[in-house]
């Protein structure tokens, strides 16, 4: 019997606003523990929650991104349940009618597009955190209580953990050309609950799913469909049948565990939540927050493939990040070939970034300076590699190029007398390699053209001194 995987996952995504979804408190990873809370968030009775405007904004972005449809009246639900990072016992989200329906996100595997269908994006909050202290007790931080989320739901149109993996890494990496999260993984921004089935292959109904939550990273994603696939197979294969469950992922174990059986809506006991207004979207607004949308990586690489002439590989690279996307466009603006802009940003430049450590936005050369220092290669100021050995200087002061070449003593040689002498030289010194090119051995240029240069302290114009070389030569 073939087996096919069927994966469907809610992602939730910390929104990067100053304040919470209905409070003023301050929306801050890192604070100490505590301090960003009030009676709002901390559901004190008699308190009264008023929706961020800028929450909803946000999630009205990553709706128009991904083609949904926005709903011009939403409603915002109590749901219900009983845990200690839940100080009001029922978290604010959307039951019924979310905020954004349908669309789907777009993804390339193997040089392929497909579509993944999503079924919504709701708002909603987040709860506190549970801090497990390691002696047998648990702390609570309620820091992160109300700190506004968007749940983007899949249709279940994902078919491999890889496909999983894709697919996160582009949703991740759209919200954050977005603005609508920061998207650091390391601080919990993109957390997200998988849910696995296996059918039978070309069967029109989908199996019983497992829903895993407590999944952190998209490798640990990956991973716990990986282990939840091999799980399934072998109850089915076994004879035995999958039970709907939620598990909890272990990502240090690599295995899941059975938390209980699959809750169902009526366990959360959903109901309209009467302390605040339905959400209500006027075209106007959706108008200009469509304006607001800037052009997203996909029509980014598209661009720099078909207008730039750049390869899709170098291209993906460069649109991985928005900040060095960005930087890369102003070094274009400032003059630089793209091809050339490109080999410099994913060359060099990056080289000194990993070294030092530095993020794509925090790049001490600015794009000017890379503009101007790829021009005085053209210009025949300075030779290729020299411009390598002064951009490590402008990374580390800051200083523009054409100072540091002259104090760095970098500059290119081009004067045809300083030239002919050093060549006339080297053939004097290297009689033995004269006498093999002469004699037809024209590997022999290349290394008189290495003495050359190194007589130059690498400064010779290589071109012009290779072409005084070759006319010394021919007149031995
Ligand atoms: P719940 O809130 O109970 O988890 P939802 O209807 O919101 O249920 O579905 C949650 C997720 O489960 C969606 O991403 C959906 O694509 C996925 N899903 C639904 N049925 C299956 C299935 N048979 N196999 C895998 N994923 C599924
Ligand atoms: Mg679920
Ligand atoms: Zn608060």
């Given at each position: 019997m073939e087996l096919e995987h069927v994966i469907g996952l809610e992602v939730h995504v910390e929104l990067l606003t100053k304040t919470k979804a209905y409070c003023s408190c301050k929306n801050e990873f890192g604070a100490l523990p505590n301090t960003n809370c009030c009676p709002v968030c901390m559901g004190f009775p008699g308190t009264l929650p008023a929706l961020n405007r800028e929450a909803v904004s946000h999630a009205i972005r990553a709706g128009l991104a991904f083609g949904c449809k926005i709903n011009r009246i939403s409603r915002q639900d109590r749901k219900n349940y009983f845990y200690p990072d839940l100080p009001k016992g029922y978290q604010i989200t959307q039951y019924d009618i979310p905020l954004c329906s349908g669309g789907a996100v777009e993804i390339q595997t193997d040089g392929q597009t497909r579509r993944i269908g999503l079924s919504r994006i709701h708002i909603e909050e987040d709860a506190g955190k549970l801090i497990h202290d390691g002696a047998g007790g648990t702390l609570l931080d309620f820091n992160r209580s109300g700190v506004p989320l968007i749940e983007i739901v899949t249709e279940p149109d994902l078919r491999s953990a890889e496909e999983a993996g894709i697919f996160l890494e582009t949703l991740r990496q759209i919200l954050i050309y977005l603005g609508v999260t920061d998207g650091k993984m390391q601080e919990g921004s993109i957390r997200c609950d998988v849910n696995v089935s296996v059918r039978e292959q070309g069967s029109r109904d989908y199996g019983v799913r497992c829903e895993m939550k407590n999944v952190n990273t998209f490798r640990g994603a990956q991973r716990a469909i990986e282990y939840e696939i091999k799980r399934q197979e072998a109850l089915i294969r076994s004879g035995g049948e999958v039970e709907p469950e939620t598990r909890r992922w272990d990502d240090e174990a690599g295995r899941s565990f059975v938390m209980r059986t699959k809750e169902n809506a009526a366990d959360y006991r959903?109901?309209?939540?009467?302390n605040v207004m339905p959400i209500v979207v006027e075209d106007k607004w959706i108008e200009e927050i469509r304006a607001q949308i800037s052009e997203l990586p996909r029509e980014k690489k598209q661009r720099y493939t078909s207008?730039?002439?750049?390869?899709e590989y170098e291209a993906g690279l460069l649109v991985s990040s928005k900040p060095f996307a960005e930087y890369f466009e102003q070094t274009v603006s400032m003059g630089a070939e793209p091809k050339e802009a490109s080999e410099w940003c994913l060359g060099a430049l990056s080289k000194l970034l990993n070294a030092h450590k530095l993020p794509y936005d925090a790049i001490p050369v600015p794009p000017a300076n890379l503009a101007k220092l790829i021009a005085l290669i053209h210009q025949g100021v300075i030779s290729e590699s020299a411009a390598k050995k002064v951009l490590g200087q402008m990374f580390e002061s800051g200083e523009e190029p054409e100072g540091l070449i002259v104090r760095m003593g970098l500059g290119q040689i081009n004067e045809e007398k300083v030239l002919s002498q050093w060549v006339s030289e080297v053939i004097g010194e290297n009689s033995k390699a004269v006498l093999d090119y002469r004699s037809g051995k024209k590997s022999a240029m290349g290394y008189l053209m290495g003495q050359v240069m190194k007589k130059s302290g690498g400064r010779a114009n290589p071109s012009k001194a290779s072409q005084i070389l070759r006319e010394a030569l021919a007149q031995v």
């Open positions: 959903y109901f309209p939540e009467a207008d730039w002439g750049l390869c």
